[in-house]
């Protein structure tokens, strides 16, 4: 076990030395000028020529490369065009309100799909399972973008249900002012018991956190279904069949625990994919997280930020992957020592 | 000559399963259909059409939809059923075209690293680990950020993101058959490797590669639609379905048809390929033939 964690250790810590390099590329030799790129559009020749220098774009390639790596290391990001701050600064002040959004939305999803997904495997080639496999389908064929603008349209405009703009009522500011500690405001208005702006705050998480559910609950789902089938036609769990437990408690846990194993690895993956989704999301929603800042970036053609940020959720991805993997080594051993 | 026959061979076994399957499995043949529906649509877009989808009337603008203008018109009068319509000849062909590029990277790299192994196979594998390490839409918006917006920096963005995802698929495959026998003593008996990688390995890994291209098409159109939608993709007056639901953003929701239908159309073809892609997984993978009875 030690041996397979500093194999996979050090594998990650490559993959992020390689992430660095590939932003590398796509932010200082892709772009026609990366100087005149990163110091803006209205930037003077004076001014490119200083940020030149300042980028070491005049050294050759190999020391670019160190000065951009000591650089990443060190938390100097670069200074973002449109904001005019640090972007990691600015990436981190944005996150938290992002990882509330995926966070929520990948609870819903699991919370809505583990249970579709067995009932899809329970009753497999039946009426009901058609019908989840149908709607999983659909959610994750649907692009984020559009589901935003529809619910908009049904339950703001049409239903007059739900808020469809920011975190909370603002003016909640002047009547119950939140302290921020966490900048997630869910959890920083439960934690100072601040319950008028935890209400407004809830109801303004819903929208945005059920379009960011549709592809994870869509995976999930699928996931349940076929990894329970697989296992429920695996020896052991044939075996208990011949022994003559009940079908219940074949199905609840026999077959679950291994069938659950591959549905934490995808979790992983569908939380860095839903960050990314975030990017269509936040703007239509007015959040004020990680893909509203990459949206106006994008908009603004901030190269600094836009690399930033894909550094930033490249690095998370890695690392969740990494995570899952021990996970996955420490529940199931065989996968050590292969 | 003799790899064409083994490859029809292969294709013809796999005809036959999708025929037994199509009457097993209803969802396949759904989606079989859906996908047929979005390829005539595509063809006979000129004669479904009522308009040229770039034709402007300034007096018809945000027109609602009639028996006259079936979606409405957009900000420009111009016909959205007509750009709807003549949409399907875009988003699709993207697809086909990044996934055409991703398999002629993405194949041969895997062959040589799955086939021959060693330092080469594992740089490529390296290589191959850092281009998964992102989540396909972040790496591909990133390139396309530097790149000058257009279809062909979305193409080429998309495809240098999707190609790892064949490399890894086509290894695991080509190292399992590199070490079985009869590879073996085509070797012994002195068979040229091109001839073992065209005659043995590559027909082996054929089938799952067309289960993940069909799963992918999908995936591939959400993508591209995502970019477009981010103003990195297609450019006015393409009538790309991702760009017309961001354009229709600024009159929503009083024009909700401008988003509503192009947005309706990108899942119509997502779906449609999904349910395409899972169908053949279901009937081409017998593992999974027998557990899901």
């Known amino acids: 076990m030690s041996r397979y964690l500093l194999r996979r250790v050090a594998l990650a810590v490559l993959v992020v030395v390689g992430v660095v390099v590939l932003t590398f590329v796509i932010a200082r030799v892709i772009p026609g000028d990366p100087a005149a790129s990163w110091a803006g559009p209205h930037a003077s020749r004076q001014e490119i020529a200083q940020v030149r220098t300042e980028l070491g774009l005049d050294l050759p390639l190999p020391q670019q490369i160190l000065r951009y790596f000591s650089g990443v290391l060190r938390g100097n990001w670069g200074t973002s065009i449109h904001t005019h701050q640090p972007v990691l600064s600015d990436i981190m002040d944005r996150a938290p309100a992002s990882i509330e959004l995926v966070v929520t939305a990948i609870v819903i999803a699991l919370v809505v799909g583990l249970p579709l997904g067995l009932a899809s495997a329970r009753w497999a080639h039946r009426a009901p399972d058609g019908l989840i496999r149908i709607g999983a389908v659909f959610a994750v064929s649907m692009p984020a973008f559009w589901l935003a603008l529809i619910l908009q349209l049904v339950f703001f405009q049409r239903l007059h249900v ?50 960011v559910a549709s592809y994870p609950f869509g995976v999930i789902t699928r996931m349940v279904r076929g990894s ?28 679950l625990k291994p069938a659950l194993v591959p549905v934490v690895s995808v979790i992983a993956l569908v939380f860095a994919y839903s960050l990314v989704n975030t990017f269509l999301v936040e703007t239509i929603f007015d959040w004020p997280g990680l893909g509203s800042y990459a949206a106006d970036s994008i908009s603004s053609l901030d190269t600094p930020a836009i690399v930033g940020i894909t550094l930033f959720i490249a690095v998370i991805y890695v690392i969740a992957n990494l995570i899952v993997d021990l996970v996955q080594a420490w529940v199931d051993p065989r996968i050590a020592l292969s | 000559m003799s790899a064409e026959i083994l490859v029809t061979a292969d294709t013809e076994g796999a ?26 649509v595509a063809i006979l877009a000129p004669l479904l059409a009522p308009e040229a989808p770039d034709a402007v009337h300034p007096l018809q603008t945000l027109l609602p939809p009639s028996s006259a203008h079936w979606f409405g018109t957009d900000q420009l009068g111009r016909d959205l059923f007509s750009r709807v319509v003549y949409g399907a000849r875009i988003s699709p062909v993207i697809a086909f075209l990044v996934l055409a590029i991703s398999c002629a990277v993405g194949i041969p790299l895997g062959i040589a690293a799955g086939y021959y192994g060693g330092r080469i196979g594992e740089v490529i594998m390296r290589v191959t680990d850092v281009f998964l390490a992102f989540p396909a839409l972040l790496l591909a918006l990133a390139l396309a950020a530097v790149l000058p917006p257009s279809l062909g920096s979305v193409t080429l963005a998309v495809s240098v993101t999707w190609w790892p995802w064949y490399t890894r698929l086509v290894r695991a495959q080509a190292a399992s058959v590199a070490g079985r026998p009869f590879v073996e003593g085509a070797k012994a008996s002195g068979v040229s490797d091109l001839r073992i990688l065209l005659r043995h390995v590559l027909p082996n890994s054929l089938t799952p590669l067309i289960v993940q291209v069909s799963l992918d098409v999908s995936a591939v159109i959400l993508t591209v639609s995502a970019l477009s939608f981010l103003g990195l993709g297609a450019q006015d007056p393409t009538p790309e379905w991702g760009l017309m639901v961001s354009q229709g953003q600024v009159y929503f929701p009083g024009q909700w048809w401008l988003v509503t239908f192009p947005g309706a159309a990108i899942v119509f073809t997502a779906v449609a390929f999904n349910l395409l892609g899972d169908g053949l997984r279901d009937v081409l993978d017998p593992r999974r033939l027998v557990t899901t009875r």
């Open chain 1, 162 to 211: 739900l808020p469809v703009a920011g975190q909370y009522d603002p003016n909640l500011d002047y009547t119950h002012p939140l302290t921020q500690y966490t900048r997630m405001v869910v959890v920083d208005s439960l934690i100072t018991a601040n319950w008028a702006v935890l209400r407004s705050g809830l109801s303004h998480l819903v929208l945005p956190a059920l379009v």
């Open chain 1, 228 to 255: 329970e089938l697989d296992t429920l036609g695996e020896d052991h769990v044939r075996a208990t069949r011949a022994l003559g437990f009940p079908e219940r408690a074949i199905f609840g846990r026999f077959a």
């Open chain 2, 15 to 40: 005809l036959q399963a999708i025929r037994r399957g199509l009457r097993a499995n209803r969802l396949l043949a759904i989606g079989l259909v859906m996908a047929l529906l979005i390829v005539l």
